[in-house]
């Protein structure tokens, strides 16, 4: 037995996934990642809230040896990491009911196969009485799939909002108060997975924000001590706010690019706006994400690869118009060898981002006088429009 108390009767039972390093084959994880699984022993029933990925199903167990009587498994998100073990809870505990939202219904049928007369939907606002601890439900769709609810556990005061809230990242302690490396832990978490949802992020929080909460237990990360910290930081994080700073991905593959870049970055170094710049042949996509969260302006510096973009780039413009970032501009940099079709190429792979596009600096082999004039021109163009925005003081 392995139950962790958080409060009375309320336990942690899930795992900590020390060494993993990439989440969905995609999102770097330089801090592990942890699956939280909860139990509530109410007088009269006995509830889980969320499972772990199944990689970590015999850890998961060891921790619920001596559990005698499970009634309800909840399930507050559908994605594999915290429902992929409910087959095999539902067969230790063939009596439990599985308790999930209308439409996480579907998904839980689909995706691990269990039976619909196993499964009770819960309305939004609806109860769920375990004795002397209360559930209440509250519908919070998109964060991040669209059947996505939160439980608050009336009685002891504790939201579980499952990834709503929640980070990557791994520790023994059950608790955090404001560690600055779990806030950003926690930035890099709304980055990668939350931004894309802000305008939901908003309405969800409102909901959030009428419930009096003394601990944020989410299914990855640590659990909030400290509600207001988190809860501020996804206020601030989708909002719309944006800084003085220019988020520049690039890559060259013989130096010409990466020369424009640098050229272009201390321009606008000079005339006081930030800059941050991405080498996407090793970045870390996880940085170059949060630094979308607020960047006013992307300017993306690409080669040209038999006329198209080059394929780091193109991948990179692929994730950037997932992720909706709110930058107010763009513009793109580049060299080319022989003949170039980048500019309609890269900007043809970002219908979703709604910056003006304060256009593109585009040269054949070493930028010459011209276009280093054309970069200056660029450069004092974006800190005009910074300054129009406040930005620049
Ligand atoms: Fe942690 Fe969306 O799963």
Same mark, same amino acid.
């Given at each position: 037995?392995?139950?962790?108390?958080?409060?009375?009767?309320?336990?942690?039972?899930?795992?900590?996934?020390?060494?993993?390093?990439?989440?969905?084959?995609?999102?770097?994880?330089?801090?592990?990642?942890?699956?939280?699984?909860?139990?509530?022993?109410?007088?009269?029933?006995?509830?889980?809230?969320?499972?772990? %990925?199944?990689?970590?199903?015999?850890?998961?167990?060891?921790?619920?040896?001596?559990?005698?009587?499970?009634?309800?498994?909840?399930?507050?998100?559908?994605?594999?990491?915290?429902?992929?073990?409910?087959?095999?809870?539902?067969?230790?505990?063939?009596?439990?009911?599985?308790?999930?939202?209308?439409?996480?219904?579907?998904?839980?049928?689909?995706?691990?196969?269990?039976?619909?007369?196993?499964?009770?939907?819960?309305?939004?606002?609806?109860?769920?009485?375990?004795?002397?601890?209360?559930?209440?439900?509250?519908?919070?769709?998109?964060?991040?799939?669209?059947?996505?609810?939160?439980?608050?556990?009336?009685?002891?005061?504790?939201?579980?909002?499952?990834?709503?809230?929640?980070?990557?990242? #791994?520790?023994?302690?059950?608790?955090?108060?404001?560690?600055?490396?779990?806030?950003?832990?926690?930035?890099?978490?709304?980055?990668?997975?939350?931004?894309?949802?802000?305008?939901?992020?908003?309405?969800?929080?409102?909901?959030?924000?009428?419930?009096?909460?003394?601990?944020?237990?989410?299914?990855?990360?640590?659990?909030?001590?400290?509600?207001?910290?988190?809860?501020?930081?996804?206020?601030?994080?989708?909002?719309?706010?944006?800084?003085?700073?220019?988020?520049?991905?690039?890559?060259?593959?013989?130096?010409? #690019?990466?020369?424009?870049?640098?050229?272009?970055?201390?321009?606008?170094?000079?005339?006081?706006?930030?800059?941050?710049?991405?080498?996407?042949?090793?970045?870390?996509?996880?940085?170059?994400?949060?630094?979308?969260?607020?960047?006013?302006?992307?300017?993306?510096?690409?080669?040209?690869?038999?006329?198209?973009?080059?394929?780091?780039?193109?991948?990179?413009?692929?994730?950037?118009?997932?992720?909706?970032?709110?930058?107010?501009?763009?513009?793109?940099?580049?060299?080319?060898?022989?003949?170039?079709?980048?500019?309609?190429?890269?900007?043809?792979?970002?219908?979703?981002?709604?910056?003006?596009?304060?256009?593109?600096?585009?040269?054949?082999?070493?930028?010459? !006088? %011209?276009?280093?004039?054309?970069?200056?021109?660029?450069?004092?163009?974006?800190?005009?429009?910074?300054? !129009?925005?406040?930005?620049?003081?």
């Amino acid at each position: 037995m392995n139950f962790r108390k958080i409060k009375d009767k309320v336990f942690a039972v899930g795992v900590q996934d020390w060494g993993r390093r990439l989440f969905d084959s995609l999102i770097p994880l330089p801090d592990g990642t942890s699956y939280n699984s909860y139990l509530l022993q109410g007088s009269e029933k006995t509830a889980i809230i969320d499972t772990v %990925d199944p990689a970590f199903a015999d850890k998961f167990f060891e921790n619920l040896e001596g559990l005698e009587k499970l009634d309800y498994i909840i399930t507050l998100h559908s994605e594999q990491d915290h429902s992929g073990s409910i087959p095999l809870l539902l067969e230790r505990f063939p009596n439990a009911e599985l308790i999930c939202s209308p439409k996480a219904k579907d998904l839980v049928v689909e995706h691990l196969l269990v039976a619909p007369e196993k499964i009770r939907v819960m309305e939004d606002g609806e109860k769920l009485s375990l004795g002397d601890k209360t559930l209440r439900f509250i519908h919070t769709p998109w964060v991040h799939w669209p059947e996505t609810m939160v439980a608050y556990l009336e009685e002891d005061r504790i939201l579980f909002s499952c990834d709503f809230l929640g980070s990557h990242w #791994t520790t023994s302690d059950l608790f955090v108060e404001d560690d600055p490396a779990v806030i950003e832990a926690a930035r890099r978490y709304y980055a990668e997975i939350m931004m894309p949802f802000r305008s939901f992020i908003l309405k969800n929080l409102e909901k959030v924000k009428q419930l009096d909460i003394d601990l944020v237990a989410p299914s990855h990360g640590p659990i909030w001590k400290k509600p207001e910290v988190i809860i501020s930081a996804y206020e601030d994080w989708s909002s719309e706010r944006v800084e003085n700073k220019v988020l520049i991905p690039f890559v060259s593959m013989h130096g010409s #690019t990466h020369k424009m870049v640098d050229y272009f970055a201390d321009e606008l170094i000079r005339l006081g706006v930030k800059v941050e710049l991405f080498d996407l042949a090793v970045t870390d996509i996880g940085k170059l994400a949060m630094s979308l969260i607020d960047a006013a302006t992307i300017v993306i510096g690409s080669p040209t690869v038999h006329v198209g973009p080059h394929p780091f780039v193109a991948n990179t413009a692929i994730l950037a118009n997932v992720l909706k970032p709110k930058a107010r501009f763009a513009a793109i940099i580049g060299s080319y060898g022989w003949g170039t079709r980048v500019v309609d190429s890269i900007l043809g792979l970002l219908p979703n981002l709604k910056a003006e596009v304060l256009g593109a600096v585009i040269c054949k082999g070493e930028a010459k !006088e %011209d276009t280093k004039k054309e970069l200056t021109q660029l450069a004092e163009l974006i800190a005009k429009k910074h300054q !129009e925005l406040g930005l620049i003081k």
